[in-house]
């Protein structure tokens, strides 16, 4: 086995992401506070750290070096289970908005990262890309939160998530295009489906690892 290089991940976990559709919402784009009014619960938190977890047990802190945004948006799953994480120059307000996810997509690229892991759904998807237009390209990995994803970066789930992470490592996963999907979620809650291609992201391919498009 290739030894395993030393890296620089950035982690971003959308605190809010899949809230809406555990609730019957179908996606939370601009329904957050419905959701929350409607009894959902933070998911993202919980994936961010089953991905972290499997990524300890992997052995693999040695080789990564991690950079995250403050609190609820990376710094509190990095110390549930106590990774060490040079933590974003970045302030967040009560409420993160996508403007947050992509100030933080703009300093990992100015870190020269050579990786971006995030926890969220299409929407998050969709910030990164729009952030990484302006600046360049950058690999991209989503860990899913929600109850159902398009784009087809996603890994199946956050396992498998960090088995890619330990192949991107290894230098055995290959980099391809991915498709970033737009659901009008609007639309799907009214039962018109409506899903169209937003654009491409690079990122590693591992065969069954990753979801695909749907």
């Known amino acids: 086995m290739e030894k395993a290089k030393h890296l620089k991940i950035g982690f971003i976990v959308n605190p809010i992401a899949g809230m809406g559709g555990r609730v019957g919402l179908k996606g939370t784009n601009g329904v957050a506070k419905q959701a929350v ?12 750290i089953d991905f972290l977890r499997r990524l300890k047990s992997l052995e693999l802190e040695e080789a990564i070096e991690f950079l995250t945004c403050p609190g609820v948006m990376g710094e509190d799953e990095m110390r549930a289970v106590s990774f060490q994480a040079t933590i974003l120059p970045m302030r967040l307000k009560s409420e993160t908005t996508a403007e947050d996810t992509k100030t933080a997509v703009r300093l990992l690229f100015q870190a020269n990262v050579d990786l971006i892991v995030f926890v969220g759904g299409d929407g998050t998807a969709r910030d990164i890309f729009d952030s990484l237009q302006k600046l ?6 989503g860990v899913p939160s929600g109850v159902k994803m398009y784009s087809g970066i996603f890994a199946v789930d956050p396992s498998e998530a960090a088995e890619v992470v330990k192949a991107f490592i290894e230098g055995t996963a290959q980099e391809m295009d991915f498709e970033i999907m737009d659901a ?11 899903v169209k291609l937003y654009g491409f992201l690079k990122g ?6 990753l979801q695909g498009v749907k």
């Not at 009014?37 to 993202?44: E, N, Q, S």
């Not at 360049?136 to 990995?141: F, H, I, N, R, T």
């Not at 009008?184 to 409506?194: C, G, L, N, V």
Request: charged share 30%; proline share 9%; net charge neutral.
């Open 136 to 141: 360049g390209e950058v690999q991209v990995l």
């Open 204 to 209: 590693p391919f591992v065969p069954l690892r």
């Open 184 to 194: 009008d979620e609007s639309a799907i809650r009214q039962d018109r489906f409506s």
């Open 37 to 48: 009014a409607l009894g959902a619960k933070p998911i993202a938190s919980e994936r961010a």
